[in-house]
């Protein structure tokens, strides 16, 4: 008897799809745009070519081409039409099914609704809740987080995926299930699947926010968004250019990758050596990552300088010049780009210019680690004049008209996005997206500054701004500051309240050298030589591990409460 794995390859081979179907609504200039239609077009092309890596929960090697990626894709997607299931939660890690449950929910014209498998139960409940979810496809790891949403709903259909090398589970039955209907339906394959959907303003995802300080808001995601989004990622990182191998899921990428043909690695986890293994030995060329991921990557025990270059898109906070001048010395390329989950992941990228290799590498990486230029993709961001609101906090424009600041690189304002690959707005939340929206143009919350070569650089969120005395401090400038003490490999930086000068910086620091951290009272003398008078922290805090979300960003917020003593 042949085992699961090829049994699973022979049934495929008896479900091979007819041709599609001919469209009779489309005019023949145009077609809706949906970036589904990168994964079958990816098979069709190299069939054979090797689109997911990845080691298993089990430690098996998993290894899938293009045309078995696509055909388990096109089965999923059969079975959620056949059911008729509409919203599908994704409860996972970065898993060949993650990525096969991406494709065949957009095929199924069903709309995704991934969830971060870091929350509690109860918030896993209110998303699944909220975005009217009726099917979930869970990783066995996770399936426990679904408790308190299954008490409510009990005929939520659950699909667990045991990420082995077997075919085994319901997730792998479901996608067996589902070719074999197509094959009962007459065989249509993709032709009978939405890679070209009806109305490219359809929503195709729901990712929500990370509701640090509220309740997570569910952002509405259109094909056509999403697949200008994929388009710009190619362009802007190059993919088109370098081809080859990638370790990313998430900010687009899962389609800009197929876009290309290039191969998927997956991770079930951050595990620094074996990310290290992978750039040795599996020839990848780019990988996303943001810059606490990076700088804990840059100082593992396994880090040395690579015989070629990689291209690393860096983002989810501010980096340092001095994260960037490391990165480039073991050949880990960064490409700075910045967004929010209200744009589709990344907006903006700083253009590495010709003239600045003849720059002093501080001063290089200074103006790479700065958030760039809009999107080819999209129209420019802006940064706008801004004033603050006492009554909810805040920041907005005088009677939301949008005026700019100087482009002097001093006159502080507001980021504010217009054009393609600006989200939709907030499901079911008409308030929230009229506030998103307020004066015409996406509002971030985030304070730059606008360079006069048009680019522009964070200096805080609003809410991150230290006012000590009457002096506003930002807190990513003191925590660029703080990385370039030799002892400290992370530092985080938030306000406490102080009698005198109404707020004080507080530092929280983790040690290159756990061995040997750092003494508090070294870093804030080193502080007051190096930087600027009130620029310096009043109180540092030595810790093993900063607060992170599974993106790898630092949770100010938990560190707020910790500054007030509610640790």
């Keep these: 008897m042949s085992n699961p794995p090829s049994r699973l390859k022979s049934i495929l081979g008896h479900l091979l799809p007819s041709s599609p179907p001919a469209s009779s609504t489309q005019p023949p200039h145009i077609h809706h745009l949906s970036p589904t239609f990168f994964l079958p077009r990816a098979a069709s092309i190299e069939p054979d070519a090797k689109a997911i890596h990845h080691v298993t929960s089990n430690g098996k090697p998993l290894s899938r081409t293009y045309r078995e990626f696509a055909d388990r894709a096109r089965g999923l997607g059969y079975y959620l039409l056949k059911h008729g299931f509409r919203r599908v939660g994704i409860l996972s890690t970065n898993t060949p099914a993650f990525l ?29 809740d909220f975005a009217d979810v009726d099917c979930v496809i869970a990783d066995h790891e996770f399936v426990s987080l679904l408790d308190v949403f299954k008490k409510g709903h009990p005929n939520v259909h659950v ?55 509220s309740r997570p808001k569910g952002v509405i995601y259109t094909h056509r968004g ?68 990076n700088t804990l990557l840059c100082s593992s025990d396994k880090a040395e300088k690579l015989p070629r270059p990689v291209k690393v898109t860096v983002a989810a906070s501010p980096p340092t010049a001095h994260l960037f001048e490391e990165m480039a010395s073991l050949n880990l390329m960064p490409r700075h780009v910045y967004g929010l989950t209200e744009s589709y992941g990344p907006l903006t990228i700083s253009y590495e210019l010709p003239e600045w290799d003849s720059l002093p590498p501080k001063e290089k990486y200074a103006k790479l680690a700065r958030q760039g230029h809009g999107f080819l993709t999209s129209l420019p961001a802006r940064v706008i004049k801004t004033r603050f609101d006492e009554d909810d906090g805040h920041n907005t424009s005088d009677e939301d008209v949008l005026v700019d600041v100087e482009k002097n690189g001093k006159e502080i304002g507001e980021i504010v996005f217009f054009g393609n690959i600006c ?12 506030k998103l929206f307020a004066g015409g143009g996406l509002r971030t919350g985030d304070l730059a500054v606008w360079h006069s070569d048009g680019s522009i650089q964070i200096l805080d969120r609003a809410k991150d701004v230290i006012i000590s005395g009457g002096e506003n401090i930002s807190s990513v400038a003191l925590e660029s500051l703080l990385a370039g003490h030799p002892a400290i490999l992370e530092a985080a930086v938030v306000a406490v309240k102080d009698e005198k000068w109404g707020e004080r910086p507080k530092a929280y620091v983790t040690a290159r050298d756990p061995s040997s951290p750092p003494v508090p009272a070294d870093i804030i003398a080193w502080a007051k030589l190096t930087g600027q008078g009130f620029m310096v922290p009043k109180e540092v805090e030595v810790l093993t591990e900063l607060p992170k979300t ?3 960003k630092i949770r100010k917020n938990v560190l707020r409460e910790w500054a007030k003593g509610n640790k």
């Excluded at 069903?110 to 139960?121: C, D, G, M, T």
């Excluded at 362009?235 to 990638?246: A, Q, Y």
């Excluded at 290290?276 to 606490?292: D, I, Q, R, S």
């Excluded at 989200?423 to 009229?434: I, L, R, S, V």
């Design 100 to 128: 096969e449950s991406i494709y065949g929910i957009g095929a199924a014209g069903a709309v995704s609704v991934p969830v971060n498998y870091r929350l509690s139960a109860e918030d896993v409940a209110y998303i699944l």
């Design 159 to 213: 699909l667990v995926d045991l990420d082995t090398d077997a075919v085994e589970g319901a997730f792998d039955e479901a996608i067996l299930e589902g070719l074999q209907y197509d094959n009962a339906q007459g065989n249509h394959g993709w032709g009978g699947l939405s890679t070209q959907c009806a109305n490219e303003d359809d929503m195709i995802s729901i990712p929500f926010t990370s509701g640090t300080t």
């Design 226 to 293: 999403a697949y200008l989004a994929t388009l710009a990622n190619v362009v802007e990182s190059n993919l088109n250019v370098d081809g080859g191998r990638f370790h990313a899921v998430g900010w687009t990428f899962p389609w800009s990758v197929c876009a290309v043909r290039g191969t998927h690695i997956c991770l079930r986890k951050i595990d620094y050596p074996l990310i290290w293994k992978l750039l040795k030995e599996e020839g990848v060329t780019h990988f996303c990552a943001a810059p606490t991921v």
């Design 423 to 434: 989200a939709k707005g907030y499901y079911k939340d008409p308030e929230a997206t009229k």
């Design 550 to 552: 599974s993106t790898g």
